[in-house]
Structures are given as structure tokens and as C-alpha cells.
């Protein structure tokens, strides 16, 4: 399940900086990153080190968005917690996804726009979200 922390927690990690030095590059080889990197960034995963973007041709894991390194992380490190707050909007979707796979926590500073079904844990309240409505007023809480 996929839970929301809104704020700053300080174990929390910034994705894009974890990514650089923590990456594994099998990790690129897991058929859902790959659906992720095509999701993202309209990019594809060819092998070993090597994504063909269509903006800057062949490029390395590390020149993909902050947003999917995140994700990335999000998804292969579920024992950490990441600040969601550099995915965009088009993360959204993937997020839930990631939630209905594994277990994974996450801190948010704005109101990122879940499209209905969802299932949110939200941590500051310990409960489940299960409308936009819901997640929407929660949200304004804290942010």
C-alpha cells in the first residue's frame, strides 16, 4: 500500500541524489522500471547502461528526470523513505501502482492529483483515503 506522509519526515531521502550514488543497474532490467522509463520520460531502456530518449538520443540512467529516478527508488528501496515531492504530476499513476505492488512510504509537499480508485494510507492521520474528495481536504491540512 502506498502511504503518504505530508511534510518533512528527517529520515526522509531526495530520490534523484540517492539514485546517482545508489542505483544498481540490474534494476534497469526489471520489465516494470522499464515500464516506468517509458511511462515518464517517453524513453527506452536498450541495455546495460544505455536509454534512448527522444530528445537527447542514448543517455545514460543518470540523466533521466528526477521525478522517475524517485520512482525508481520508491520502488526498489520500499526499507526507505523518499520525499515524492521532485515526481510531477505524471507520477501519480505510478505511485499507485508502486502502492498496489509493495509497501512503500512516501513524503509529499503539495497536492499531487490521484485520479480515483485510490487507496491511500495518510500517515499523519493513521487512515485510508479512498476518494479524491478525501485525499484533497486531508491534504490541506498539512500543505
Known amino acids: ?3 503518504v506522509h505530508f511534510g518533512e519526515l528527517d529520515e ?3 530520490g534523484p541524489s540517492w539514485f546517482k550514488y545508489n542505483y544498481k543497474p540490474e534494476w534497469l532490467k526489471d ?3 522499464q515500464e516506468m522509463i517509458k511511462g515518464v520520460d517517453n524513453s527506452e531502456y536498450v541495455d546495460g547502461l544505455v536509454i534512448n530518449s527522444p530528445v537527447f538520443g542514448p543517455i545514460p540512467p543518470e540523466r533521466l528526470s528526477g521525478g522517475l529516478k524517485t520512482l525508481i527508488m520508491i520502488y526498489k528501496r520500499t526499507d526507505l523513505i523518499f520525499d515524492a515531492t521532485s515526481c510531477g504530476q505524471n507520477c501519480a499513476v505510478w505511485l ?4 498496489r505492488r509493495v509497501d512503500v512510504k512516501v513524503c509529499l509537499e503539495y497536492l499531487m492529483d490521484f485520479a480515483e480508485p485510490l ?13 479524491e474528495k478525501d485525499f484533497m481536504y486531508t491534504a490541506m491540512k498539512y500543505i
Open 119 to 131: 487507496e491511500i494510507m495518510i500517515d499523519n492521520e493513521n487512515r485510508i483515503v479512498r476518494s
Open 1 to 3: 500500500m502506498l502511504t
Open 96 to 99: 499507485k501502482e508502486i502502492g
Open 31 to 33: 520489465p516494470f522500471v
Open 12 to 14: 526522509m531521502q531526495y
